[in-house]
């Protein structure tokens, strides 16, 4: 039963059931459960199956997965910490530790996307699954930037909150990772602005350089010019 398991999440369809569970963490559970302790709590342990997720996926590649899952309890032992001592100062570095896990979990994907052989659903859904992931990471970052520097980014009214503002972070985010600029949120230091300009070109030149990527793997596949 373990080895079946873990022989699914490490296999390409892993990748499509990372998707479902970041599809699940940003559509559904941030918006449907409110800023009550118990719902925090919810969100909380599903960002720790995501990242478990994440290690699953790559279980093949044993040191990868050891770093990945350093990483992880490195960020819950920070998240369990400002639990215990909300006064100790450790809200930025957990958005940190989280960011730095979402960056791990991007390039360990990325790896399992660009392997050598066919392309496959799953492995496109991966690829989907890393665009998602460049949201959360930047939500979290952020987050860091909001922390240290309050002021850095101008809220609508109202949002007073941390996890009003988490919300609303992650929300710009993905607004600028798809270049909608919708303008109700505004990064005024320069370091908000310069991190805002750095994911719009990802967001814009990710997907570019993903297709030429994969349409030339599977002509690479099929017999074609190597890529």
């Known amino acids: 039963m373990k080895r079946a398991f873990v022989r699914y999440w490490s296999a390409d369809p892993g990748l499509s059931a990372l998707l479902l569970a970041l599809v699940v963490t940003i559509f559904v559970l941030r918006p449907l459960?409110?800023?009550?302790?118990?719902?925090?709590?919810?969100i909380e342990v599903w960002f720790a199956f995501v990242l478990l997720?994440?290690?699953?996926?790559?279980?093949?590649y044993r040191r990868q997965a050891i770093l990945l899952t350093v990483v992880i309890v490195i960020v819950e032992l920070v998240r369990w910490l400002h639990r215990q001592m909300p006064a100790a100062g450790l809200a930025p570095w957990e958005a940190l530790s989280g960011a730095v896990a979402f960056g791990i979990l991007v390039f360990l994907v990325l790896n399992r996307v660009f392997r050598a052989g066919p392309i496959t659903v799953q492995r496109i859904e991966g690829a989907v699954a890393v665009y998602l992931?460049?949201?959360?990471?930047?939500a979290e970052v952020y987050q860091f930037l909001d922390l240290l520097n309050p002021g850095a980014f101008?809220?609508?009214?109202?949002?007073?909150?941390?996890s009003d503002r988490?919300?609303?972070?992650?929300?710009?985010?993905?607004?600028?990772?798809?270049?909608?600029?919708?303008?109700?949120?505004?990064?005024?230091?320069?370091?908000?602005?310069?991190?805002?300009?750095?994911?719009?070109?990802t967001g814009q030149l990710?997907?570019?350089?993903?297709?030429?990527?994969?349409?030339?793997?599977?002509?690479?596949?099929?017999g074609g010019q190597p890529s």
């Open 33 to 42: 459960i409110g800023p009550s302790v118990a719902g925090q709590a919810l």
């Open 53 to 60: 997720a994440g290690v699953w996926t790559v279980w093949r």
């Open 133 to 138: 992931l460049f949201g959360l990471m930047w």
């Open 154 to 162: 101008q809220f609508p009214s109202g949002a007073a909150g941390a």
């Open 166 to 201: 988490l919300s609303l972070l992650l929300y710009f985010s993905f607004v600028t990772l798809t270049t909608l600029g919708y303008g109700d949120i505004v990064p005024v230091h320069p370091a908000a602005r310069s991190l805002a300009m750095l994911e719009a070109l």
């Open 206 to 222: 990710y997907p570019a350089i993903l297709i030429a990527r994969l349409v030339s793997m599977e002509i690479a596949s099929k």
